[in-house]
């Protein structure tokens, strides 16, 4: 898969990584340095293009291009100009920085008919069924880190407003046929195909 890096991010960029081939054009939604948008393009997405908020993250992301095909856009990703919609659109960590439903409504729109939605997510524990899911992760967290390490990407952070059960209710109502995962890692996964 290229670069490793890993992180509980970058474990699964995998899930993106399927919906590569036959993409013509993708769009890493918070692209930070630019690792995912690399490893589409190595994957033979031909257009890739990476947009982030960070202006630090995307002169990184730009001086790691390694190959034509690879576009960086600083900005919002709720209003950065865009030329049409793309056959992957892919937003890692990001959408909990976003309003939630803004946010979804964005991606959707920026994906073209037929092509497909991936995201990976971060949400607030709020629940007894989320606390025991996240308790559950630690101990194989920590192993799985001490044995690979953890790629620290400098991206900024921040902590999840909405619940797990609010962001698949919300993905559910505006992404008719989402499927929604929860993951190891304290993350979930939302795939959504838009219709044709």
């Keep these: ?16 990584l399927r919906h590569a081939p036959g993409a013509r054009t993708a769009l890493d939604v918070g692209c930070g340095e630019g690792l995912l948008t690399r490893r589409l393009r190595a994957a033979g997405v031909p257009s890739v293009t990476g947009v982030d908020a960070d202006a630090d993250q995307v002169a990184r992301a730009r001086a790691h291009a390694d190959s034509d095909g690879l576009h960086y856009l600083l900005g919002d990703a709720l209003d950065v100009p865009h030329d049409g919609r793309f ?24 994906t073209a008919p037929g092509g497909h939605l991936v995201v990976v997510g971060l949400a607030a524990v709020r629940t007894p069924a989320d606390a025991l899911l996240s308790v559950a992760a630690v101990p194989v967290a920590a192993v799985v880190d001490r044995a690979r390490g953890t790629w620290e990407h400098g991206s900024p952070v921040t902590d999840p407003r909405e619940a797990y059960g609010e962001v698949r209710d919300t993905a559910r109502a505006l992404l008719p046929g989402v499927r929604w995962r929860r993951h190891l890692y304290w993350r979930y996964s939302l795939t959504w195909r838009a219709p044709a």
Excluded: I, P
């Design 87 to 110: 056959d992957l659109v892919t937003c890692v960590a990001t959408l909990h920085h976003l309003d939630l439903r803004a946010g979804l409504r964005r991606l959707a729109s920026l």
């Design 1 to 16: 898969m290229g670069e490793e890096r890993w992180n509980h991010n970058t474990h699964y960029h995998r899930l993106a």
